[in-house]
C-alpha cells in the first residue's frame, strides 16, 4: 500500500509558500524593465509572443490529455504530463519576462463590445495566472507524495483554473496581435 510521505510534503509546503510570493513579485518587476534603459545593447524580443502563445496552446492540450489519461487510470502518463505542464509553464514564464524586458507593452488598438471582452479576459487571465501557482503547486506536491485523496479535492479545483489561464493566454494573444508593431 501506498503511504503518504509526509516528511518530504512539509519540505515542499515551504517551497510552495516561498514561489507563491516571489514569482508573481519578480515577474511584476522584471516585467517593466527594460534592458536598454539598463544600458544594454539588445534587440527586442518580438519574435517571442506567438511562440509563448503556442507554448500557452501546448499546456492546455497536455492538461486535457492529462485529465484523460487519469480517468483511464494512466497514472504514470499522467504525472509524466503533468510534470510537462508545468514545464511549459516554466518556459512560457521565461519568454514572457524575456519580451517584457526587451520590448514596449503592446497596446489593444480595438474598440467598443470587442475592448470590454478583451480586457475583461485580459484581467482575469492575469489575476488567475496569480491564484493558480500555488494552487498548481500543492496539488503537484499532493500527487508525487502520495497524498491522493487531498490532490483529487484540490485538482478539482485547479485544472479548469489552469486551463483556463492557458486558454485564455491563446485568446489574448489573437486578439492583441493585429496590434504588435
Avoid: C
Avoid at 539598463?38 to 492529462?66: C, K, Q, R, S, W
Avoid at 484523460?68 to 514545464?87: C, D, F, G, P
Avoid at 489593444?108 to 470590454?116: A, E, I, N, Q, R
Avoid at 500555488?134 to 497524498?147: A, E, M, Q, S
Amino acid at each position: 500500500m501506498n503511504t503518504i510521505d509526509t516528511v518530504k510534503a512539509k519540505k515542499y509546503n515551504k517551497w510552495i509558500i516561498v514561489l507563491s510570493i516571489i514569482i508573481p513579485i519578480v515577474v511584476a518587476i522584471l516585467s517593466r524593465v527594460k534592458l536598454q534603459d539598463l544600458g544594454y545593447d539588445v534587440e527586442p524580443l518580438t519574435f517571442l509572443p506567438p511562440i509563448y502563445a503556442t507554448i500557452n496552446g501546448f499546456t492546455a492540450i497536455v492538461l486535457i490529455v492529462a485529465f484523460l489519461a487519469i480517468r483511464k487510470k494512466q497514472v504514470v502518463l499522467h504525472e509524466n504530463l503533468m510534470t510537462t505542464a508545468i514545464w511549459s509553464s516554466v518556459v512560457f514564464l521565461v519568454m514572457y519576462v524575456a519580451y517584457h524586458m526587451t520590448s514596449d507593452s503592446t497596446k489593444f488598438g480595438g474598440d467598443g463590445l470587442v475592448k470590454y471582452l478583451y480586457y475583461f479576459i485580459l484581467i482575469t487571465h492575469i489575476v488567475l495566472s496569480i491564484v493558480i501557482i500555488p494552487f498548481v503547486l500543492i496539488t503537484y506536491v499532493r500527487g508525487i507524495t502520495n497524498d491522493k485523496v487531498r490532490h483529487r479535492k484540490i485538482a478539482r479545483y485547479t485544472f479548469p483554473m489552469w486551463l483556463y489561464v492557458a486558454v485564455t493566454g491563446v485568446i489574448v494573444y489573437v486578439m492583441i496581435a493585429p496590434y504588435y508593431t
